[in-house]
């Protein structure tokens, strides 16, 4: 089911909260609502309401607080977000104690605020290079296709990536321009050579033959682990990845918006009803280990027969490949103004 309205989305927060929340950083003189639930910090949904200048919030199986340009929809129990109709996976569920609504402030300081207000977002800068990175490749073919292999479409989707960044003035690294094996570690090295460009990598996914829909992954940050599953010691350490976890957010939020929106909307090509899975956390070494804002992109499942097709054809990647473009187009706005 396709929920997402394409007004909303157009107007997505990446470009359109930036002058509706003040000039106040996190810490000042604001009075958040901290509780501590179980050794960790929460701050109230209300004090949220109150920072961002969310004009309602209104409670029930859904809570949702809403402005003249963003709407945000959380509930009790669940680790899903909604910002403007894009799934965001928390990485604590939503809590209710005495009486009062709480987010984890982790979500607060690493999700809602990088997206809500990208210009705060201390150390991401301009950029001119982007680092594209095709998965796979050479004796590591991916997710098994239909048609063809993730190591083929990836690298096709990314040879038109750079194409189209390229006739923009864009400087871009592939660390693979050939159906060659690259290890994640020389992934990681390429991409840290570059201290002043961005990485996206791109991926299509697998599971069982009814899986759909695309995800965009970003480092975890410190205290979270990686997706589905259970936290371990090592999560709590610092890795080089979360250096830049603000940055890395907020490109994946441009990303994965301007993914759905292109993607279902025939303005922009075809409507190829693309589900959304949602933004979510991981620890993969290519996000660990990068030092620039990073994220991975799952631009469908190749194990499900209807969307390999959708894949397959080159209208869905042209589409795909004019998003990514887009999106990296925005997030460098997003993070230009003011600088
Ligand atoms: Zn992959």
């Known amino acids: 089911m396709i929920r997402y309205h394409r007004v909303i989305l157009s107007t997505f927060l990446v470009i359109c909260v930036l002058c509706c929340t003040g000039a106040r950083s996190l810490g000042q003189a604001f009075k958040w609502e901290v509780v501590k639930h179980k050794g960790a910090e929460y701050v ?3 004090s949220i309401q109150s920072f961002y200048y969310f004009k309602s919030i209104k409670y029930g199986s859904k809570i949702t607080l809403e402005s003249s340009k ?8 669940s680790q899903r ?16 104690s005495g009486g009062r609504y709480l987010m984890s402030r982790t979500d607060l300081v690493k999700l809602v605020d990088p997206v809500m ?16 990175d095709a998965g796979h490749g050479g004796k590591d073919p991916g997710s098994r296709g239909f048609f063809l292999n993730e190591k083929e479409y990836a690298l096709k989707m990314a040879r038109l990536v750079r194409d189209k960044l390229q006739a923009k003035g864009y400087r871009v690294v592939m660390t693979r321009d050939s159906d060659v094996f690259i290890s994640l570690s020389n992934r990681v090295r390429i991409a840290n050579k570059y201290p002043g460009a961005v990485f996206v990598s791109i991926h299509f996914n697998s599971g069982n033959a009814r899986a759909n829909g695309i995800e965009t992954f970003t480092i975890s940050p410190v205290g979270v682990p990686h997706m589905g599953r259970g936290v371990k010691a090592r999560d709590f350490n610092m890795v080089p990845g979360n250096i830049m976890d603000s940055a890395s957010i907020a490109l994946a ?19 190829f009803r693309i589900e959304d899975r949602g933004i979510k956390r991981a620890r993969f070494n290519v996000l660990t280990g990068i030092r620039i804002p990073a994220i991975l992109f799952e631009g469908g499942f190749l194990s499900n ?9 080159g209208a869905y990647r042209e589409t795909l490949a004019n998003a990514l473009v887009r999106a990296i187009d925005v997030y460098r706005g997003s993070v230009s103004r003011g600088r």
């Open 305 to 313: 027969r209807a969307e390999a097709g959708k894949v397959h054809s």
């Open 44 to 46: 109230t949904l209300r």
């Open 253 to 271: 939020t441009a990303v994965h918006s301007r993914a759905l929106l292109y993607l279902n909307d025939a303005t922009y090509g075809n409507n």
């Open 117 to 132: 207000r990208p210009t705060y977002i201390k150390n991401a800068r301009p950029f001119t290079t982007v680092v594209v």
């Open 70 to 77: 963003v709407k945000m929809e959380v509930s009790k129990g």
């Open 81 to 96: 977000c909604r910002l403007n109709g894009v799934l965001f996976i928390l990485s604590h569920p939503i809590i209710q």
